[in-house]
């Protein structure tokens, strides 16, 4: 599937969360009763990345969907990219330094803040690349806010009371490389002198992405630069002693992982090493044909996994419950029946993973 998307035409719209602006796009139904969906997305990513889903969610009837620029990204703001800012003082440095507010704990604030501005009480949260980690802490921090979590590509990784640093995360898995230099100083002006050249390289033809397409990604990352996309890798280790309280902590939020196989960092064998002791309610699916850029390189494949799921999860087959009392106590009975029916279900696949 190849359609040509003009960003223009979705509706646009901003927030102040957090002390920031924040710039989203809002599509679908605005009856009372719709389900939000809140998609998070990665790096080097926009709201942008969302189109295909966005599209086919919007046109279901029954779904509110929302599809934020991140911090540090497209039209939200950037903080820390002016040099004199004051919260620098108080920032641990990484590498050059990092704005506290790019801590994991502060963006999974900022978004449940959205949800207030939206006037919306519970939402379901998909995440892709880096946004799973933001989707996994407002799950951890404000489950009561998440009816459901969805993570595309890259698991909710526990949290260690050690550090797990870079050097971590390139041990684990050399792919990771490329993290080393991401935290240096000298990476984000570097970058920024190369943004044409990364757009290329990323949003290829072969990822789903064309001409018009990498236009928009240029534009945004010239405007913008590298500096807070780049903060998301030097808070790993800035702002670690932040999440001690997560520890241990079981993640009681319904999830759905889908294991992109054939990515060439996140691949499935990395997905599946992590335990899922941790959780109430995960089941893990997998796709197999696409990579990193599966949103836009096989949309098709990912939006039937994100429908049949949500058609499981909330018993119905396209009108769905939403957030006012009568309609939401029909969310929590469908969710609590699908809860109750699993508690660690894989698909297509003979693992230790099993339904316990």
């Known amino acids: 599937m190849s359609i040509q998307f003009n960003p223009s035409k ?59 620029d991140m911090l540090g990204y497209g039209e939200t703001d950037k903080p820390g990219v002016d040099d004199d800012d004051q919260h620098a003082k108080n920032t641990t440095e990484i590498g050059g330094y990092c ?43 404000f489950p009561g806010r ?49 943004v044409e050249d990364i757009v290329n390289d990323i949003f290829t033809d072969e990822s789903g992405n064309s001409n018009q397409d990498r236009a928009f990604y240029i534009q945004n990352l010239k405007n913008g630069g590298f500096q807070g996309p780049l903060s998301y890798y030097k808070s790993i280790e800035a702002f670690h002693h932040e999440e001690l309280c997560l520890v241990g902590k079981r993640f009681i939020v319904p999830t759905l992982l889908l294991i992109v196989n054939n990515d060439p960092i996140l691949h499935g064998e990395y997905c599946r090493q992590f335990s899922t002791d941790y959780f109430d309610s995960i089941e893990i699916d997998e796709i197999q044909t696409g990579e990193h850029w599966i949103l836009t390189q096989n949309p098709e494949t990912v939006n039937r996994k994100l429908d049949d799921y949500l058609r499981k999860f909330f018993g119905q087959s396209k009108d769905v419950p939403g957030n006012d009392g009568e309609s939401s106590a029909a969310v929590t009975l469908a969710a609590a029946s699908f809860v109750s029916n699993t508690s660690v279900r894989h698909h297509g696949r003979q693992s230790n993973i099993s339904r316990l």
């Not at 939402?123 to 996994?136: K, L, N, P, S």
């Not at 009371?161 to 041990?171: P, Q, S």
């Not at 230099?181 to 190369?194: H, K």
């Open 10 to 68: 979705f509706n646009h719209q901003t927030a102040i969360c957090g002390g920031f602006k924040y710039h989203y796009v809002d599509e679908g139904s605005r009856d009372k009763g719709a389900i939000t969906m809140v998609l998070i997305h990665g790096f080097p990513d926009l709201w942008y990345g969302w189109r295909y889903q966005i599209q086919y969610l919007a046109s279901l009837g029954g779904y509110r969907v929302i599809a934020p």
């Open 99 to 141: 704005h506290p507010a790019y801590s994991a704990r502060s963006i999974a604030s900022h978004v449940v803040e959205l949800l207030d501005h939206l006037q919306v009480q519970k939402a379901v949260f998909v995440g892709h690349d880096w946004g799973t980690g933001i989707v996994a802490r407002v799950g951890w921090y």
């Open 146 to 194: 998440v009816l459901a979590a969805i993570a595309i590509g890259n698991p909710f990784r526990p949290v260690t009371e050690h550090l797990v640093t870079i050097e971590d995360y390139i041990k684990e898995n050399p792919a990771f490389q490329y993290m080393e230099y991401f935290v240096t100083p000298e990476a984000a002006s570097e970058m920024n002198g190369m």
